[in-house]
């Protein structure tokens, strides 16, 4: 894909590499997963870390100003420039959670079961155990132990 004078940019690579996870997603939760893990999944395969964004992030946690899992189901459109960094954030920290604690594949169970009409918290609770509430305590936890909070 390189052309004489134009080289394949690594900004380049990232967006299709996260296009591309939102392809896969898609087809295996047959459109039916929730923006948090779609944007999540999508941003690890990028890769994109929280780097500089986690100490923040763990903080908004602790204080408990992270936004509710299930407000993050549907599209983030409807959130201010602050709050759109945040849902994304959340997403990726979530997914970096899973895919830590648990592994890539039961992400992968994770989308297949939403692919077979489970609803979000249903397949959570069949792949890791945990419901919304729970999980968002587990994230919190994790970014804690992660950035020092």
Request: aromatic share 8%; hydrophobic share 35%.
């Amino acid at each position: 894909m390189q052309h004489p004078g134009r080289p394949f940019t690594s900004d380049l690579a990232q967006i299709l590499k996260h296009e591309l996870a939102h392809s896969f997603v898609n087809e295996l939760s047959v459109g039916r997963c929730p923006m948090w893990l779609n944007e999540g999944v999508a941003q690890a395969m990028e890769p994109r870390s929280l780097g500089s964004d986690g100490p923040r992030l763990a903080q908004l946690f602790q204080q408990e100003h992270e936004i509710p899992l299930n407000a993050l189901e549907g599209s983030f459109a409807s959130f201010s420039g602050s709050g759109a960094a945040l849902a994304y954030d959340e997403s990726l920290a979530t997914v970096e959670y899973i895919r830590n604690t648990y592994g890539m594949s039961d992400v992968v169970r994770l989308l297949e079961r939403l692919g077979q009409g489970e609803s979000p918290e249903s397949a959570l609770r069949s792949t890791v155990h945990s419901d919304y509430r729970q999980l968002q305590s587990e994230v919190g936890a994790f970014l804690a132990r992660q950035y020092g909070n």
